[in-house]
């Protein structure tokens, strides 16, 4: 089966925004060779939908409810404005309308045509935050980095932050570091 004109993508996604009563029905539905594993993108304010024709040619099932998620996120932008969530109640009620389930991704298998390097596992690395307070000297060894008020001196946002790697090691170094120490390494 081969994929649809943009033409006759314009002339779907126009259909929808009239049966959604939405007064702008201009748009463009464009293929886009450069996306990768997104199935489909649209640009709201544009009133453009990026659709992928190297996923979508895998499941040209597919197509319909992918036209119809972009095409409601241009919908709910042009029925209720831009301070509405991306895939709040107004997306999904516009999505239901259209016949389809208000599903936020796709489940095309995309792996083989991610670059080596985006399937390689990310490995997230921890840190743990020495946070010294530069007017009183008060210390504390963190694992999320926290700002305000000192609780020694009660100065706000007072503080010198030094990271480490979150190990024992890092740990240690970070522990054995006077206050001349740390301002000597933000001067």
């Given at each position: 089966?081969?994929?649809?004109?943009?033409?006759?993508?314009?002339?779907?996604?126009?259909?929808?925004?009239?049966?959604?009563?939405?007064?702008d029905?201009?748009?463009?539905?464009?293929?886009?060779?450069?996306?990768?594993?997104?199935?489909?993108?649209?640009?709201?304010?544009?009133?453009?939908?990026?659709?992928?024709?190297?996923?979508?040619?895998?499941?040209?099932?597919?197509?319909?409810?992918?036209l119809?998620?972009?095409?409601?996120?241009?919908?709910?932008?042009r029925?209720?404005?831009?301070?509405?969530?991306?895939h709040?109640?107004?997306?999904?009620?516009?999505?239901?309308?259209?016949g389809?389930?208000p599903?936020v991704?796709?489940?095309?298998?995309?792996?083989?045509l991610?670059?080596?390097?985006?399937?390689?596992?990310?490995?997230?690395?921890?840190?743990v935050y020495l946070?010294?307070?530069?007017s009183?000297?008060?210390?504390?060894?963190?694992?999320?980095?926290?700002?305000?008020r000192?609780?020694?001196?009660?100065?706000?946002?007072?503080?010198?932050?030094?990271?480490?790697?979150?190990s024992?090691?890092?740990?240690?170094?970070l522990s054995?570091l006077?206050?001349?120490?740390?301002?000597?390494?933000?001067?």
């Amino acid at each position: 089966m081969s994929l649809p004109s943009a033409t006759e993508l314009v002339e779907r996604a126009t259909a929808l925004l009239v049966g959604w009563r939405v007064v702008d029905t201009r748009i463009a539905v464009v293929w886009n060779d450069k996306l990768t594993t997104t199935a489909g993108r649209a640009f709201q304010r544009a009133g453009r939908i990026e659709l992928n024709p190297t996923l979508l040619a895998r499941a040209p099932d597919q197509l319909p409810m992918v036209l119809v998620h972009e095409a409601a996120h241009i919908a709910a932008f042009r029925l209720f404005g831009a301070n509405i969530p991306a895939h709040g109640r107004h997306w999904r009620s516009l999505m239901r309308l259209a016949g389809q389930e208000p599903a936020v991704t796709h489940d095309i298998p995309v792996d083989d045509l991610r670059p080596a390097a985006a399937r390689a596992r990310r490995v997230r690395r921890s840190y743990v935050y020495l946070r010294v307070c530069d007017s009183c000297g008060d210390r504390q060894l963190l694992d999320a980095l926290r700002y305000g008020r000192c609780a020694g001196c009660d100065a706000r946002d007072s503080f010198l932050v030094m990271k480490a790697p979150a190990s024992s090691a890092g740990r240690a170094a970070l522990s054995q570091l006077s206050l001349a120490q740390v301002r000597a390494a933000f001067d």
